[in-house]
Every structure is written in structure tokens, then in C-alpha cells.
């Protein structure tokens, strides 16, 4: 099978990064297709570290051919200081191993700027954005004002067209919030330098792809966020603002729904989530607090601390059914050792009803309260544990009865942050 999708099954930060790493090794290809510079992906070898926000996490290994795709909100600025800082640490990076869509959207500064204040304007009812501009770049791309990369690389075009953008942002930004204007001129020439920087790597991305699935090149999706913030199935507003699992795949990468041929979730051992917006099985209390510790949950972008609870079976069987994924990573297993109990949330009531699907409806996510099954915990470290049988039995017990309530096979644990520490259960990434 040519094609693998592999996404995030909750709110995002379930360890993609990671796990995509792993699977380019098997790869031709590895496109990423939505979002921006609002991931953060983090990548471990050995002693090295290495946060990606823009380009796959495939670019570690060479010989693989890493695609941003039209879908993807690319900021130049960003995606530039991602190269600079790889090539600084002895990867290559160059058109053969990084490609471009021409028709990706481009995040400029107003972008930022304007997400910025408008998560001011909003005040008690902020989205808790990353503040990177994905929204308005988005926006823009719908209401058909935005630049594409291609726009970049023609001087005089692009000078018009962010023009005639900027007099209106400007107006927003000294009108409605109050603030100094983007100095026009600056801009310009910011934009314009940086852009002949961009084009080795531009590229018809979507024809490439397309033509590498038909030579039977292997092929990773790479999504972005998770399937509860996709801004049509996820938690709006409380959402990201593309389609984050395999249904953003065919848009966001410009290959037919046909070509996507194997899709595999990624979820933690529990769940957590940054900025606003509900969360049914969310713990305010010491054992949140011991999670967020265990886990180190902090955001790789924003630093921003994340909140924590419990597996979420009800969001999680929901965020598989929306891509049909046929498998199931669970990550960050070892975070769970050493409490003497583990919950995770079966079912939700509301109104004295109780129901086991996500509801459409964001106010009856608000008031739903989960309902527990409660299992008792494990104190061994299993960081080093490769073989699901040397498990402790309750750990293995906890993975089981997760599988059967999710009716996906787990086909992978992850123990740890570096590539090694994962515990295989029959993927078979092509
Ligand atoms: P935006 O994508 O910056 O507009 O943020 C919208 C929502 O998505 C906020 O709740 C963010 O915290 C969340 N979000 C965006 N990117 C990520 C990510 O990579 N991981 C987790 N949450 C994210």
C-alpha cells in the first residue's frame, strides 16, 4: 500500500512528531497538508532535540522528499529560520529534500498581528490562539484576499497585492483596535527579499505527490493539531482552522480521496489540551497538576502549560470514526506509572440521559459529564519495556480494554520520547 495518514485523535500534542519521524524511515514522501507554524512537532535522537513547526519531521532523515502543501498556512519568516537553524545543525536542506506548494498560502505579519488582537478583542471569549496568524491567513484565503507563495516570487505582482491587502488590515488594525499601522514600505521589502530565498524549494507539489503515488511511492501524511480541533468536526469555535485529520488530506495536499489508502490515529494514554474551548474529562486538581509534571505538558510552541485529565473514549472513538482510521498509536504509556488509579471516560450524561457519541452540539459538550471506568494503576517504570507482553499486567490490561472500546487495533505504544522507545504491535507502515 502506497499511502499512510497519520493523525492526531484528540486536541493535538499527542507525539506525532515522534512517531512521524519513525515512519518516514519506511517513506518516499512525507506531506504535510494543513496548519502552519502553529504545530510544534518534537523530535528526539539520541541527545539531540529538534522542534519542528513548518517542515515534516521526515527532513531528518535523508534521501526523503518532505512536501508542505497548498493546504498548509506557511509562514516565509518561519519557515526560513526552520531552514537556517537545520542546515546550522549539519542537515541538509535544499529543493530536492524540501518542496513547496506554489499554492500555499502565505502568513505575513498583519497575519500575526491581527490574530493577536483579535484574541484581545475577544477577551473573555478568546480562542486561545497561538497568536501565529492562522487564523486571518486562512480567513483571508476564503474570502479570496490572500498571496500564495507564487505571489511571492513576482516582484511587481506581489508588491500590488499586498498593497492593496495591507490599506485594508491597516485601517483594522488603526480603526477597530487601536493600534499603530504596518509600515507599508518596510513590508514590501521584507517580503520580496526573503522571497527569492523560497523559490528552490516551489514547486507544483500537488502534480508531484500525485505523480509519485502513481509510481508507487510511499507516502506519509502528515497531520497537524488533532481531529477535535478540525474547524469543521472539532469543538468550534474552540478550533483550529483547517481540517485536521484524513478528510483535510484531498484539499490540503491536492491528491484524490482515493489516494489515501491507510489511516492510523495517534493518541496519548490520557488526554490534554491548550487554549480554550470544552474538555469533558479535564482534572483541575492534584492529579492534573501530577500529569501535566510527569508528562512535561508544555507546549512546544508556546510554552504555554496544558491542561490535563483522563482518556476520553467518547471524543477519541468519534475523532477515529471522522477519518476512518483502521489503527491506533497510544503515546506517553510510561507517563501513567506510578498512579494508584487510571480513569478514562466511557460515556457522558447530560439532562439525566446518558450517551456514548460525541454530541454535535457544542453547549451539550459543555455540560456533559463523563462517566468513569476506573482501573487500578501500575508503579513500574516501563520506559525501557520494547515487548508488549513485559508490560505489567495492569498496564497491558489498560491497553486491551481501550482497544476493544475504541474497536481499532492499538498497533503501537510509545514508552518515551526517543525514537527507540516505542512498542511495536503489528504496523506495518507500507
Ligand atoms: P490557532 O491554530 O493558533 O488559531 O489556535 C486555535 C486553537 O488550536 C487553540 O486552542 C490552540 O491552542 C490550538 N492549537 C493550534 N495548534 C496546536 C498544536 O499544534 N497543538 C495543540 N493545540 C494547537
Redesign the pocket.
Known amino acids: 500500500m502506497p499511502s499512510l495518514s497519520v493523525f492526531g485523535a484528540q ?3 499527542e507525539g506525532k512528531g515522534k512517531l512521524i519521524d519513525l515512519l518516514a524511515r519506511d517513506a518516499d514522501l512525507v506531506v504535510r497538508y494543513q ?1 502552519g507554524a ?3 512537532h518534537t523530535v528526539v535522537v539520541g541527545d539531540e532535540k529538534y522542534v519542528l513547526h513548518l517542515i515534516p519531521s521526515g527532513i531528518l532523515h535523508p534521501g526523503k522528499v518532505n512536501v508542505i502543501g497548498n493546504g498548509v498556512a506557511v509562514d516565509p519568516l518561519k519557515l526560513l529560520e526552520e531552514v537556517d537553524g537545520l542546515r546550522q545543525r549539519g542537515i541538509a536542506v535544499s529543493g530536492a529534500n524540501l518542496r513547496l506548494a506554489a499554492n500555499a498560502h502565505v502568513i505575513f505579519e498583519h497575519h500575526r498581528l491581527i ?1 493577536q488582537l483579535s484574541e484581545r478583542w475577544r477577551g473573555e471569549g478568546r ?6 496568524g ?2 486571518p491567513a486562512y480567513a483571508d484565503k476564503s474570502a479570496r484576499t490572500g498571496l500564495r507563495v507564487g505571489d511571492l516570487l513576482e516582484p511587481g505582482h506581489c508588491r500590488t497585492r499586498l498593497k492593496a491587502a495591507l490599506a485594508e488590515k491597516n485601517a483594522l488594525i488603526q480603526k477597530v483596535h487601536n493600534e499603530r499601522p504596518l509600515d507599508l514600505e518596510g513590508q514590501l521589502d521584507r517580503y520580496v527579499s526573503v522571497a527569492e530565498r523560497l523559490r528552490p524549494f516551489v514547486g507544483d507539489t500537488g502534480g508531484e505527490v500525485r505523480a509519485a503515488y502513481r509510481a508507487k511511492k510511499r507516502i506519509l501524511f502528515e497531520g ?3 481531529a477535535m ?1 478540525d474547524i469543521d468536526g472539532g469543538t468550534y469555535p ?4 483547517s481540517n485536521t485529520g484524513a478528510n483535510g488530506i484531498s484539499s490540503g495536499a491536492l491528491v484524490p480521496p482515493s489516494f489515501i489508502d491507510r489511516v492510523v490515529g495517534i493518541a496519548k494514554a490520557y488526554t490534554t ?5 470544552p474538555f469533558p474529562t479535564e482534572l483541575k486538581d492534584a492529579v492534573g497538576d501530577r500529569i501535566r509534571e510527569q508528562g512535561h505538558e508544555y ?1 512546544s ?1 508556546t510554552g504555554r502549560p496544558r491542561r490535563c485529565g483522563w482518556f476520553d473514549v467518547v471524543a477519541a472513538r468519534y475523532a477515529l470514526e471522522l477519518s476512518g482510521a483502521d489503527g491506533l498509536i497510544v503515546t506517553n504509556l510510561d507517563v501513567l506509572s506510578g498512579f494508584p488509579e487510571i480513569r478514562a471516560a466511557v460515556e457522558y450524561k447530560l439532562e439525566g440521559r446518558t450517551f456514548s457519541t460525541w454530541p454535535a452540539h457544542l453547549a451539550s459538550v459543555e455540560r456533559a459529564v463523563p462517566q468513569y471506568t476506573t482501573f487500578p494503576g501500575w508503579s513500574e517504570d516501563i520506559t525501557r519495556v520494547r515487548r508488549f507482553e513485559d508490560l505489567p499486567q495492569r498496564a497491558r490490561a489498560y491497553v486491551e480494554w481501550l482497544e476493544r472500546e475504541l474497536s481499532v487495533p492499538i498497533v503501537m505504544l510509545s514508552v518515551g520520547p526517543d525514537r527507540e522507545q516505542v512498542i511495536p504491535r503489528g504496523l506495518q507502515p507500507f
Open positions: 486536541w493535538g500534542d496548519g502553529n504545530a510544534g490574530d480562542i486561545g490562539t497561538t497568536g501565529r492562522i487564523g497537524a493539531q488533532g480541533l474552540f478550533v483550529t482552522s489540551r491548550v487554549g480554550e474551548g507546549g510552541t
